[in-house]
């Protein structure tokens, strides 16, 4: 059983991280507009928002390949410990970035030109996904770790 909550739980990382890889490397002007107002799509912000976006696409698509490789290479990190380890530190990637939401959700979004919208639409997706997969990792973290 345990076993299987781990396998699931890369599973799900592996997909999530691949998705965030896609959104914000490949499709990385879409991803801009969520964090540009429409007002300010024309401005240098724009380009260099949607020029840096890949960078934490990056990031995603090495969590993804970790999540993959784990899943491939069954035989590898196979102590309780290791694989707590492990998913702790997925949990870790969603939480932060779960937290570093939840003060522009409290504040209600954007604000005039300023932050993006988190309560809605896409960016509400990835929050309440971000919340889940966190818990999930340290749920996982927290079996293995015992």
Not at 97 to 106: C, E, G, R, T, Y
Request: glycine residues 8%.
């Amino acid at each position: 059983m345990i076993e299987t909550v781990y396998r699931a739980t890369l599973l799900l990382n592996a997909l999530w991280f691949g998705a965030a890889f896609w959104y914000f490397a490949v499709k990385r002007e879409t991803a801009a507009k969520l964090l540009i107002p429409r007002s300010a799509r024309s401005s240098p912000i724009f380009a260099t928002m949607s020029a840096a976006l890949p960078f934490l696409g990056g990031m995603n698509l090495a969590f993804s390949l970790l999540s993959v490789m784990l899943l491939a290479r069954g035989d590898l990190f196979v102590a309780p410990a290791e694989q707590g380890i492990l998913l702790f530190a997925f949990g870790t990637a969603h939480l932060t970035q779960f937290v570093i939401n939840l003060p522009v959700a409290k504040r209600g979004g954007r604000i005039g030109e300023s932050y993006w919208h988190v309560l809605q639409g896409p960016m509400l997706f990835i929050f309440v996904v971000d919340a889940i997969m966190a818990t999930l990792n340290f749920a996982g973290a927290g079996l293995r770790l015992g």
